[in-house]
């Protein structure tokens, strides 16, 4: 870990100013941070301590709920409002990481929280999101992790989190605040595609912060899951995870809203093959539809080629699962 | 601000104040270093094991404001205020706490270089109150690696604790 | 010669379920591993691993990392104080043929991940910062790390490896037979690397003693061979160093070998005349040994009832530029299998990685793996029940040594284990079994393992109190060797467990070799036997000796020691107290030390394994690939068991470490940059609780007489097998045979 200065925000606007300047990073749970300086990934000169902001409540907002950015996943997950109200991001947050770590990440560092790729991970070989322009080895290298949508010649890296699926899912938006003041972002708009410089994550600007996610008024309570698949049962990054939420109209779906984690820059979601899915019966042979056009854009290399397939089936699984009100249970590892 | 050390490198510690196994003690931390390491090299408390030091096995698992965490991802000035419990406050030989006592007795361990993680994780779980099957224990002991592989028996002695309702 | 345990004691410990005794203060925190010795003015060592796998470093660049305050020295290949110069001194007690490695030795580099420089610190968050400023250039070369690729440059090894027996000579004419057979199998299969990943790291912290004398507690599953490397590295006198190990956090064979950690930390230690600790990181774990990559071709020839006529089965090792790494991977065929036409190979290809090392059950996991999958497959091509298949060539005696079994009591580990599972209700028919969505399984495969001895000594003291301390110098990984010579040692002096107090893992303690090839409660269990066995004739001596003795003209086979006394055998009314008769003896101690070794007219007879069946139920989700393994009995034939508590413990860990070969565990290759990519516990996939369901251990009694204690071992047999029978469940319920693990989602897909 590299050396760096230390402060303590007691305002957001302190927050916003201690950003200015300094190669600074805000911390607030640490569980990506800390781990990042250690492999010298990340070597921030100043480390900005948020955790005393006032950031940390679940509020009713707008007929929907503002989850602060500093409560921890433990909290969110556990809230009786978001899991009777959006229980489908109750799962996901559940379905990621560890009781241990739950509770110290927050809802913003969740949003941030940067790739698992081995190459970024490892600072002695390239990689073109860690140090711009030097290469990226996972094309051609060990990719099974590695994304299958949205990809660029640059970089072929996954957003990891599973909240964030959730959140996608959900239509959140992502309340910031910076040196011009505070602004939203709606969560389609908030992480992006590597393109050529992969080494943005996300649309924040320097010296934004984030201030909570809001989730809008909705009933997504009835025919809802995420589902997550992974090489071990537990405490293992998505290989394929999928949020969906479906609104029924009796025997007609009246809209359909499902994204994919694991396989792309950022949680993935295609308007196309939710727009088939509108006005139609929740149907084996509906879903199947609207997964293969998720799945025509697929540009897989050798080592993740098997995510496609896998996706178009999780696809149709989780939207099997929340038409039948039979979210999958984090704890009964049986898929329903 | 709070606390602002300066230009870098030019603060080398910074007070803080801990209450550990429930004693109080002021310390001087450098803001890198970690709980897991505070506790292991400066305070040696090193029944906090270090098994990855980046959150991916749960050996550093303690108790802080009576909720697990990994502590190789805490900065420990980040902790100033907090309430630590480790394995060596949980209980000691001769008056062992209840999960103690059902790991000796389950033989839930064979190294034992992850067993304070898996405890101190076990009580904190415990006191979360979500998990109340053996599927749900499983999955909430998830964060918790057992190389020697014994969690059929983890499992078992979390369940016997549970049960007797001996856990505080 | 055979002598019984029951002869001196009551034998009321030895076979009863027994908590550690090691417990409580591994659950307390009390017990502590070789990085957590404090000692004064302790430096702290941060090791800089290289980034290319093949080439030579041309600068090392210093400065910046020397200039951070705090930073004592850092070594590299261009300051490094002098040590040994002949190979011969680096080969530690376990080391294969060849040159081993040593850390800092010049600018060549061998493998990704090789040290390149070590940061000693006055702290440690200061050593790994400016561990991170060291610049080191290189001038790389394309490595060569993929073995099929290097498959033509295939070779027998020229040096065996202590202890490894090569394949035997075929015999009969397999290929032959094969061309013959009615019914084949002929396949390729593979297992992952896999790296052995114990909780705790590798670490030493060398003491400087002052003088020259150093105290070293190093990871390690046997000090000695700690001991006798430094002694040859470092050209030190033995009695000047002195190596512990109280506590090992799992070693599953990665710490047999003295690794770089350790002769970082001495040469540091030596050259600053200061304390130093150096601990690894998790991912500097996947930086020395490993399971080898090994491919196998097994190919099986049958007449039309599944009577085997041929069994052919060649392996292919990689192993590094620099060592001949050698296991036993083909010979469990024709150990396990009665043919007449058998051909057995064993080859080595060099990649440039680190060596390979031993990994539970080395070679057992691998060879046996490919066997019991294509014994599987010839069930199926004969219409056989796999264990009916398996009697039908059971082998009663072993072919490859000319020998009968020692005691062999496998089949009734599949009556057993088969009664226990159920398998009576298993439909054949791969794909007849379902659970909802869910597709069942249910697979079995066999086990075996060579049942071994070491040469061994072990002490003794008895105090004036009653008090008994017994010990040696082996390592006690967590497989509950504290506590079963705990209960030797009582039950061999009529002492309760809680008056036994037994130390290991210290030089300083009679000499016992590293705890490894399950051997360590048949070498200890026998050599603390022994040596209490000499204590108790001592103070017998005493008290027939005590003015009007109870015990007067008595014969020391007479006698039992039960209780804390010493009584004539059917005659407790005629008794002396141990306390009594050293106090008559007028000694406030006694102590003893023997050893104990193979019993070679025994071994020359007889020929020694452990056998298991294992049965396994997966659960598999069709659509979406995902496995579960619901269900595993193991049923275990390996002679005496002494304590039915932890030796259950032993398999556990066994079976759970198969299902992370099985579905997990893989180290990935970039085979461009010649790295294992993977290299922490967040992307190499060990089991985790949710993955472990029920596991049933049955133990079959066996009457082994290769020991006095009737011992065989415990510490690999749970491993061989698992995966196997895993795969055959996998292909019982999925109808895909798969023959590359560990199987993973890609593989039922594709």
């Not at chain 3, 990559?293 to 006529?309: C, F, K, N, P």
């Amino acid at each position: 870990m590299n050396r760096f200065d230390y402060v303590r925000a007691g305002t957001v606007a302190e927050a916003v100013q201690a950003l200015s300047g300094a190669n600074a990073r805000l911390i607030a749970g640490g569980t990506n941070l800390v781990d990042l300086m250690k492999y010298n990934v990340e070597r921030p000169d100043r480390l900005v301590d948020i955790t005393r902001l006032p950031l940390n409540a679940i509020e009713d907002h707008e007929g929907g709920l503002r989850i602060g950015a500093l409560v921890t996943n433990a909290i969110a997950a556990y809230d009786e409002r978001v899991a009777s109200r959006y229980p489908v991001l109750a799962s996901a947050i559940l379905a990621g990481a560890t009781g241990q770590l739950r509770n110290a990440a927050t809802t913003g560092g969740n949003l941030n929280q940067r790739t698992r790729c081995y190459y970024f991970y490892d600072d002695a070989t390239p990689c073109n999101k860690r140090e711009p322009g030097t290469g990226c080895p996972a094309i051609g290298g060990v990719n099974r992790i590695h994304a299958i949508f949205g990809i660029s010649p640059t970089c072929i890296a996954t957003h990891p989190s599973d909240m964030c699926v959730a959140l996608a899912a959900l239509d959140a938006e992502i309340r910031v605040a910076g040196p011009s003041g505070e602004r939203s972002i709606p969560f389609s708009e908030y992480h992006r595609l590597p393109g050529g410089t992969p080494q943005f994550d996300n649309t924040l600007q320097p010296g934004e912060i984030v201030l909570s996610v809001d989730l809008p008024a909705q009933d997504t309570a009835s025919h809802y899951t995420y589902l997550k698949l992974r090489d071990r049962l537990s405490y293992a990054f998505a290989l394929v995870s999928v949020a969906a939420i479906l609104d029924l109209d009796g025997d007609t779906v009246s809209r359909a809203r499902f994204a994919l984690g694991g396989v792309a820059h950022k949680p993935w979601r295609n308007a196309e093959a939710e727009a088939f899915l509108q006005g139609k019966a929740p149907t084996r042979e509906n879903f199947e539809a609207a997964a293969d056009i998720v799945i025509r854009e697929a540009t897989p290399q050798d080592g993740n080629a098997f995510k496609v397939e896998l996706a178009r089936r999780a696809i149709i699984r989780g939207l099997t699962q929340a038409a039948a009100g039979t979210p999958q249970s984090v704890s009964d590892k049986r898929i329903a | 601000m709070l606390i602002d050390s300066g230009s870098p490198r030019a603060m080398e510690t910074i007070g803080i104040s801990l209450t550990i196994n429930g004693e109080t003690r002021n310390l001087q931390v450098a803001p890198w270093t970690t709980l897991l390491d505070l506790l292991r090299e400066g305070l040696d408390l090193t029944g906090t094991k270090k098994g990855c030091d980046h959150g991916q096995c749960g050996a550093c698992t303690v108790l802080v404001d009576g909720k697990r965490i990994n502590s190789c991802l805490a900065l420990a000035v980040m902790k100033d205020g907090a309430e630590i419990t480790t394995i060596e406050g949980l209980g000691q030989a001769g008056a062992m706490h209840p999960l103690q006592a059902a790991f000796v007795e389950h033989d839930a361990f064979q190294c034992g270089y992850c067993t304070p993680g898996q405890i101190c994780s076990a009580a904190g779980m415990l006191a979360e109150g979500h998990a109340h099957s053996r599927e749900e224990i499983r999955e909430a002991m998830s964060g918790n690696i057992c190389r020697c592989g014994a969690y059929t028996n983890i499992v078992d002695a979390i369940e016997d604790v549970m049960q007797s309702g001996a856990a505080r | 010669m055979v002598t019984t345990i029951s002869s001196t004691g009551t034998d009321s410990f030895v076979g009863t379920a027994r908590s550690r005794v090691d417990g409580p203060a591994k659950v307390t925190g009390l017990a502590k591993y070789a990085g957590e010795f404090a000692a004064p003015d302790l430096a702290h060592g941060y090791v800089v691993s290289g980034g290319i796998a093949k080439g030579r470093i041309t600068a090392i660049d210093t400065t910046s990392a020397e200039a951070v305050p705090g930073v004592i020295k850092v070594y590299t290949h261009e300051n490094r104080p002098r040590t040994a110069w002949l190979d011969y001194n680096y080969r530690d007690a376990v080391a294969p043929p060849g040159s081993p490695f040593r850390a800092l030795y010049d600018d060549a580099i061998h493998y990704s991940g090789q040290p390149v420089a070590l940061v000693v610190a006055e702290d440690f968050e200061t050593a790994r910062y400016a561990a991170s400023l060291v610049r080191v250039t290189y001038e790389a070369e394309l490595p060569a790390v993929n073995v099929g690729a290097q498959a033509e440059l295939a070779y027998d090894p020229p040096m065996k490896r202590a202890g490894i027996k090569p394949p035997p000579e075929p015999w009969g004419d397999a290929d032959g037979a094969f061309q013959a057979a009615p019914k084949k199998v002929a396949n390729d299969y593979r297992l992952a690397v896999e790296h052995h990943n114990p909780m705790e790291p590798h670490a030493s912290t060398v003491v400087w003693e002052g003088g020259g004398k150093i105290t070293v507690y190093d990871k390690i599953q046997g000090v000695s061979n700690s001991h006798g490397y430094i002694a040859a590295v470092f050209g030190m006198n033995k009695e000047d160093v002195r190596v512990l190990n109280p506590y090992l956090g799992g070693g599953f064979g990665i710490g047999l070998r003295p690794q770089y950690q350790l002769f970082l930390a001495v040469l540091a230690a030596r050259d600053l005349e200061r304390s130093v600790r150096v601990t690894l990181t998790r991912d500097q774990m996947f930086t020395f040994g490993y399971r080898p990559d090994v491919r196998q071709r097994v190919s099986l020839g049958a007449d039309a009832e599944g009577r085997l006529q041929s069994l052919r089965h060649d392996a292919l090792s990689g192993t590094s530029r620099f060592e001949d790494y050698q296991e036993v991977v083909v010979n469990w065929s024709a150990i396990l299998y009665d043919c007449d036409n058998v051909a057995l190979t064993y080859n080595l290809t060099k990649i440039d990685t680190y060596t390979p090392a031993d990994m539970r059950a080395p070679g057992a996991v691998t060879g046996v793996l490919a066997l019991e999958i294509a014994m599987d497959e010839l069930a199926y091509e004969t219409g056989q029940d796999p264990i009916a298949l398996r009697l039908k060539n059971y082998s009663e005696s072993d072919r490859t040594e000319g020998k009968p079994f020692g005691s062999k009591a496998l089949r009734a580990c599949y009556a057993e284990g088969a009664d226990r599972f159920g398998w009576a209700r298993r439909n054949p028919e791969p794909r007849s079994m379902r659970d909802g969505r869910e597709l069942v399984g249910w697979g079995m495969a066999t086990g075996v393992w060579e049942s071994l001895m070491q040469q061994s000594s072990a002490q003794a003291t008895l105090t004036a109190d009653g008090k008994l301390t017994v010990g040696n110098s082996t390592g006690d990984l967590g497989t509950g060797t504290y506590t079963i010579l705990t209960q030797i040692a009582a039950d061999a002096l009529g002492l309760q467990m809680e008056d036994v107090t037994t130390k290991l893992g210290d030089t300083d303690l009679a000499e016992a070799p590293v705890a490894g090839g399950s051997w360590t409660a048949a070498s200890s269990g026998t050599a603390v036997m022994k040596a209490c066995r000499k204590i108790a004739a001592e103070v017998f001596g005493m008290a027939r000796a005590m003015d009007d003795s109870p015990l007067a003209n008595v014969d020391f086979d007479r006698v039992v020691f039960s209780d804390g006394r010493i009584s004539v055998a059917g005659d407790p009314s005629r008794s002396v107290s141990l306390v009594e008769a050293m106090r008559a003896g007028g000694v406030d101690k006694v102590e003893a030390t023997d050893s104990a070794g193979p019993d070679s007219g025994h071994a020359k007879e007889f020929s020694a394994y452990t056998h298991s069946a294992i049965f396994a139920e997966v659960k598999v989700d069709e659509d979406l690939g995902q496995i579960r393994v619901t269900r595993i009995v193991s049923a275990i034939a390996a002679g005496k068991i002494i304590n039915p508590k932890t030796a259950r413990s032993q398999i556990l860990g066994g079976v759970v470490m198969g299902i992370g070969s099985a579905l997990e565990e893989e180290s990935m290759l970039d085979h461009t940059i010649g790295r294992f990519m993977n290299h922490n516990l967040a992307e190499y996939h060990v089991p985790v609780n949710a993955d472990i369901h029920d596991i049933d251990v049955i133990f079959v009694e066996e009457e082994d007489r290769a020991n006095p204690m009737g011992v065989k071992g415990l510490g690999e047999i749970g491993i061989v097998g698992t995966a196997a029978a895993i795969a055959n469940a996998v292909f019982h319920a999925t109808g895909k045979r798969i023959r590359e693990l560990p199987i993973t989602v890609d593989k039922i897909l594709g």
